[in-house]
C-alpha cells in the first residue's frame, strides 16, 4: 500500500498530507505529554517490527503493493497515538532508506496505513464484544482492507489507475493480506499473553 512519488496528484497529496497532519500533531502532543521512559525501548522495538514487515510486499497492479501493516497490533499493546507516532516513524525511515513509498505521497501513505490502522483500527477494537482474539482480530482484517481501498481511491482520483481496476484488484490482495494479517496479530498477541502478559496491561496512549 505504499504509493511512490509521482503517482498522486496535487489535490490528493494536499489533502491526504492535511488529514493525516490533522491526526498526527494531537498525537504526537498526547505521546509528549504521557511518554514514560519505560515506554521508549518498546516503542524501539514495535518500529523496528513494522519496519520490517512492511517491507514484505507483494506487488497489485497499478503501480503499488499490498503487504502486512502491524498498526493494530501495536496499537492494542501501546495505545492509538503511540501507534501511529510508530508507524509514521517507520514510514519514514523506509521512504529514505529504501524508497519504500514516497516522500510527497507520505501524507497519503500514514493515512492509510498509519490513521486508518492505528486510530480507526484500535476504536474498532475497543467497541466490539467478545474475547481479545476476536476483537484484534476483526479490526486487524477491516482496516488492511481499508488501508488497500484508500489507496486504490487515491490513485483513481489522481488518475493514475482506473477505479475499475485499481479497486478490485486493490480490495482482493488486501483481503487476502488482511486474513493473514489477522492470524499474526492474534497469534502474537497469544503468544505475549503465555510469556509476558505484563504487556497486554501496559497504560494505552
Same mark, same amino acid.
Given at each position: +500500500?505504499?504509493?511512490?512519488?509521482?503517482?498522486? %496528484? =496535487?489535490?490528493?497529496?494536499?489533502?491526504?498530507?492535511?488529514?493525516?497532519?490533522?491526526?498526527?500533531?494531537?498525537?504526537?502532543?498526547?505521546?509528549?505529554?504521557?511518554?514514560?521512559?519505560?515506554?521508549?525501548?518498546?516503542?524501539?522495538?514495535?518500529? #523496528?517490527? *513494522?519496519?520490517?514487515?512492511? &517491507?514484505?510486499?507483494?506487488? @497489485?497492479?497499478?503501480? $503499488?503493493?499490498?503487504? &502486512?501493516?502491524?498498526?493494530? &497490533?501495536?496499537?492494542?499493546?501501546?495505545?492509538?497515538?503511540?501507534? !501511529?507516532?510508530?508507524?509514521?516513524?517507520?514510514?519514514?525511515?523506509?521512504?529514505?532508506?529504501?524508497?519504500?513509498?514516497?516522500?510527497?505521497? !507520505?501524507?497519503? %501513505?500514514? =493515512? %492509510? +496505513?498509519? *490513521? $486508518?490502522?492505528?486510530? =480507526?483500527?484500535?476504536? &474498532?477494537?475497543?467497541?466490539?464484544?467478545? %474475547?481479545?482474539?476476536? /476483537?484484534? #482480530? @476483526?479490526?486487524?482484517?477491516?482496516?488492511?482492507?481499508?488501508?488497500?481501498?484508500?489507496?486504490?481511491?487515491?490513485?483513481?482520483?489522481?488518475?493514475?489507475?482506473?477505479?475499475? $481496476?485499481?479497486?478490485?484488484?486493490?480490495?482482493?490482495?488486501?483481503?487476502?493480506?488482511?486474513?493473514?494479517?489477522?492470524?499474526? $496479530?492474534?497469534?502474537?498477541?497469544?503468544?505475549?499473553?503465555? *510469556? /509476558?502478559?505484563?504487556?497486554?496491561?501496559?497504560?494505552? @496512549?
Amino acid at each position: +500500500m505504499h504509493i511512490p512519488d509521482g503517482f498522486l %496528484n =496535487l489535490t490528493t497529496t494536499v489533502a491526504t498530507t492535511g488529514i493525516t497532519l490533522g491526526a498526527l500533531v494531537p498525537a504526537v502532543r498526547k505521546v509528549n505529554r504521557s511518554l514514560s521512559p519505560k515506554r521508549v525501548p518498546l516503542m524501539g522495538l514495535s518500529a #523496528a517490527f *513494522v519496519f520490517t514487515a512492511q &517491507l514484505l510486499s507483494f506487488p @497489485v497492479p497499478g503501480g $503499488t503493493s499490498v503487504h &502486512l501493516v502491524g498498526a493494530v &497490533l501495536i496499537s492494542i499493546l501501546l495505545g492509538p497515538y503511540t501507534g !501511529l507516532i510508530i508507524t509514521t516513524t517507520a514510514l519514514i525511515m523506509q521512504a529514505l532508506l529504501f524508497q519504500h513509498g514516497g516522500l510527497f505521497s !507520505l501524507g497519503a %501513505n500514514i =493515512l %492509510n +496505513m498509519g *490513521v $486508518t490502522g492505528c486510530l =480507526l483500527g484500535y476504536g &474498532l477494537f475497543r467497541i466490539l464484544p467478545g %474475547n481479545l482474539s476476536f /476483537r484484534a #482480530a @476483526v479490526p486487524a482484517l477491516i482496516m488492511t482492507v481499508l488501508s488497500g481501498v484508500f489507496c486504490a481511491l487515491e490513485l483513481g482520483f489522481s488518475g493514475t489507475t482506473p477505479f475499475k $481496476t485499481g479497486l478490485p484488484a486493490m480490495t482482493i490482495a488486501a483481503t487476502i493480506t488482511g486474513v493473514v494479517e489477522a492470524i499474526a $496479530t492474534v497469534s502474537i498477541l497469544s503468544l505475549l499473553g503465555k *510469556v /509476558r502478559p505484563d504487556l497486554l496491561k501496559l497504560e494505552k @496512549v
